[in-house]
């Protein structure tokens, strides 16, 4: 037998109150050391958050993570004492796209953790216009989906606006059923955003065919609605919504189509300061002659360089003309690329790196 299977209750409560006070002991110096650090970087343009350092500290912890306590948990666990660490560093200020609730605010959650000041702002321009003033740390938008492909007009915005990508993360969009406790049988009315319900009709159609489906701004909103009235409705949104708002989850994964992710952008007034790297992403625009495009693709392919997304826009004023977004594998701010960059410069009639920062996992995972 196990020593801790020949323990009674009471001394295994006993041993756990002890390790927590071992456990709090630790935390504090963790603190002491994080305001150190923060005490060092007071009043310099050093950067608080530190994607790769993160990415750094938590894969290490699950290298030498010995057993009992699942990957997952100790990352959730981390996430949070990151959080602490950095706001008692400086607090930060996070816009998103709002209300609270939406899937901007839990991808918020998932990276940031809950010891970042996250502010919702009512449109994409609100959040590139925030942090390019300064008036917000990072902002967090969504680039574009599995499914439905790039949301174009942050691509546009970032045209527009001086700010740059600090990090990536991949959120899974699941949706959720939620009522005030209704059986699915009695729903007449089912709220959510538009593209969320369109992402459910399949599922929605088969379990609730009388149902009317009304398209409101926000999956959040929807939510707020159900918890305020009374009567055989619904709301499709992010199951935690439940959690807000005091709602029961009906049904999970009701999405038609289960592998269904969003990449997310951290970005904000200024490039990345890390030293490690390994994604860039560009935007440019070239000259109007024959080849001019395939030049480019020519220098970063003789550079050995791979091309994992390109996408043209029109060019804001400009009829019939096109900038160009693309991620490439690697850190192209490296001095090695200098002369790299130089290149694509000459060749393109704007050029600008949008940031160098480290790949997020494309399970969601922060390692």
Request: hydrophobic share 40%; glycine share 8%.
């Amino acid at each position: 037998m196990s020593q801790s299977s020949t323990k009674n209750l009471g001394d295994l409560r006993v041993e756990i109150d002890s390790l927590d006070s071992e456990i709090l002991e630790l935390l504090n110096k963790r603190a002491a050391a994080s305001l150190a650090v923060g005490a060092i970087k007071a009043g310099s343009s050093d950067q608080i958050f530190k994607p790769f350092r993160e990415q750094e500290v938590l894969r290490g912890l699950i290298k030498r993570n010995p057993g009992t306590l699942p990957p997952e948990h100790l990352e959730a666990i981390y996430r949070e004492i990151i959080s602490s660490s950095r706001r008692l560093q400086r607090p930060e200020r996070v816009v998103y796209l709002g209300p609270e609730g939406t899937f901007s605010y839990f991808a918020g959650l998932q990276h940031m953790g809950r010891q970042a000041d996250l502010i919702p702002k009512n449109n994409f321009e609100d959040i590139f216009v925030a942090v390019s003033k300064g008036e917000a740390d990072l902002g967090i938008i969504p680039l574009e989906n599995s499914l439905k492909g790039t949301v174009g007009q942050n691509v546009d915005l970032f045209m527009r606006y001086p700010v740059f990508i600090q990090a990536e993360l991949y959120h899974r969009i699941s949706h959720g059923l939620m009522t005030k406790g209704a059986d699915i049988s009695e729903i007449k009315t089912v709220y959510s955003h538009s593209k969320a319900l369109e992402q459910c009709t399949g599922w929605l159609r088969a379990n609730m065919p009388g149902a009317e489906l009304v398209s409101v701004e926000s999956t959040a909103k929807a939510a707020q609605m159900v918890a305020e009235n009374d009567g055989p409705i619904a709301a499709v949104g992010h199951v935690k919504l439940a959690n807000l708002f005091g709602l029961h989850v009906a049904a999970e994964a009701i999405e038609d189509l289960p592998d269904n992710w969003t990449r997310f952008l951290i970005i904000g007034p200024r490039p990345g300061q890390e030293d490690k790297r390994d994604k860039t992403s560009l935007l440019f625009t070239t000259p109007d002659r024959p080849g001019a495009l395939v030049e480019v693709l020519n220098e970063l392919s003789g550079h050995d360089i791979n091309m994992t997304k390109l996408e043209s826009r029109p060019a804001l004023g400009e009829k019939w003309k096109y900038m160009f977004f693309v991620d490439l594998q690697g850190d192209l701010g490296a001095d090695e690329h200098a002369s790299l960059i130089e290149d694509l410069k000459g060749r393109c009639l704007t050029f600008k790196i949008l940031g160098c920062y480290p790949a997020g996992a494309q399970d969601g995972s922060k390692f």
